[in-house]
């Protein structure tokens, strides 16, 4: 199976900064406040390139995918971003 | 000691904080169909819950990915939103696990320090009983290709099953899971619900070893890369009919809850 055919493919090592922060803005609460705050610093400091610090700014879970991103992490770190965001509009059971 | 209750139950955290994007008559649907699950695991008796679940990313990222592990610590714990979880471990069954399963030829891994990842915690939150048991969490890995095979995963499951069964407590296992959804990708707004429907259909005949077939190809394109849960179960349970007490498919979720006598 390869990479391009499968939802969720294997992460490619040139991807590693990119997922690294992806998951930090998901699981680690200072790093996801730090990015809502100051998001062009954050990104810098966890050594995001250009590309990636572009395609995160704008939300653009294709070129994220595209550039190695893992689908689900793109995903989680937008759904806790909103949570962050907007704390308002969820409701807890 | 035998098993004594097996359930497969949906994770998804929607059900737990739920945006205005979801159906909240559906999420209360999925919230009753726990409420039944709960009852009947307090109706058990067991003394401790073997929870398998896959890892979203969240206890191991890419510094290690195991295939398959179980958390051998004193305390499992972690968080979502507001809420904050922890739960005993049970140490000596855990132990068990690894150190049988280990000897039985499954080489897992085993860890005392990860977050509890919320594929554990969400359908506990829901459906632990009171008082509250210790648990086992026990990891698949569905999300970080390459997965274990679901022959594999079928494989351990009866493996574990043989571990259980000369064990002293009672124990009652949940697969958390699924059904089918696509989080992140294009994908994301069509799930393949018929995959699901007779999925279902066939453990409902008790055909549940037909999953150990299933190629981890047929699970992405199904969305169902955590069925790899669910099938772990299905070796434990065997040939047993699951009862379907709900099946709930939102706009991008198959929410299924399912029960097997054992």
Known sequence: ????????????????????????????????????????????????DDEARAALVAADRDRLVALGAHPYLVFMAQVRLTMSREPGSFEYF | MPLVAA???????????RPPTEDRELVLRVHAAYAEVKR?????????????????????????????AV???????????????????????ARA????????GFDLTYSQDVALDYAFYVPLHFTMPEP??????????????PQPAPRRCHAWGQALRRILDARPERVALIASGG??????????????????????????????????????????????????TWITLLGAVGGARAEVLCYEPSWHHGNAVVAWPV
């Open chain 2, 179 to 228: 059904l089918s959804h696509f989080p992140g990708t294009d994908r994301y707004g069509s799930p393949d619900y018929d995959f699901d429907r007779a999925l279902l259909a066939s453990l409902a005949e008790g055909r549940g070893v037909d999953t150990a077939r299933l190629t981890g190809e047929e699970l992405d394109k199904a969305g169902n890369v955590e069925l790899r």
């Open chain 2, 71 to 93: 958390f051998v610590g004193a305390r499992a714990a972690g968080e979502f939103g507001r809420y904050r979880y922890a739960f005993d471990v049970h140490e000596p069954l």
């Open chain 2, 97 to 104: 696990v690894v150190e049988q399963g280990i000897e039985a």
């Open chain 2, 40 to 68: 009947r695991l307090a109706a058990a008796r067991p003394d401790v819950v073997g929870v398998i679940a896959g890892d979203h990313i969240e206890g191991f990222f890419l510094n290690a990915v195991p295939a398959l």
């Open chain 2, 7 to 17: 359930f497969a139950l949906p994770h998804t955290p929607q059900l737990l904080v």
């Open chain 2, 132 to 145: 509250r048991l210790p648990i086992v969490p026990l990891y698949v890995n569905v999300y970080l290709p």
């Open chain 1, 1 to 48: 199976m390869s990479a391009v055919e499968s939802h969720y493919f294997f992460p490619p090592a040139s991807a590693y900064a990119l997922n690294r922060f992806l998951f930090a803005l998901k699981s680690d609460t200072a790093v996801r406040d730090r990015y809502v705050a100051q998001p062009e610093a954050t990104m810098r400091e966890h050594g995001l």
